[in-house]
């Protein structure tokens, strides 16, 4: 029944994609569809304490790491609601790119971040479709990770 729902909703998608929609509501539809097989997660259980970070480039490669925050997952969960949100680490501020919008500073130093996932470079491709892999790999580290 799951399936049939899912697919329902991506024909949906297809539909009003295919009349005229603005190119950054067909971004945010299309990225929506790629994570959307992973909606599937139950959103009553108890918040995990850990906070995953992932990053990619066609240069270095994916990455992912993951820290410890306990309930600090949860304030960074809150903070994602904000259209404008950033999260930035304590110390960072000289190593920032100066933008636009509400930053949230984590109570944790980059040193708190462990590697969980690395994978160099093997292909050269748009920036976007090189986070979406990363982000992927990511969601399988986290859906796989014994806890």
Aim: glycine residues 8%.
């Amino acid at each position: 029944m799951n399936c049939v729902l899912k697919q329902a909703a991506l024909q949906h998608v297809r539909d009003l994609v295919a009349r005229q929609v603005p190119a950054h509501v067909k971004h945010e539809l299309c990225l929506f569809s790629m994570l959307c097989v992973y909606c599937e997660a139950d959103i009553t259980r108890p918040w995990c304490g850990d906070l995953v970070a992932s990053d990619a480039s066609w240069v270095f490669g994916f990455g992912a790491s993951v820290a410890t925050v306990g309930k600090g997952a949860q304030e960074v969960g809150r903070h994602a609601g904000c259209a404008t949100a950033l999260v930035g680490l304590p110390g960072d501020q000289a190593l920032e790119t100066s933008r636009k919008g509400c930053v949230l500073r984590l109570k944790v130093s980059r040193q708190d971040f462990r590697t969980v996932v690395s994978h160099r470079a093997s292909y050269k491709a748009h920036s976007g479709a090189l986070e979406a892999a990363g982000v992927t790999m990511m969601l399988w580290w986290v859906m796989n990770a014994k806890r």
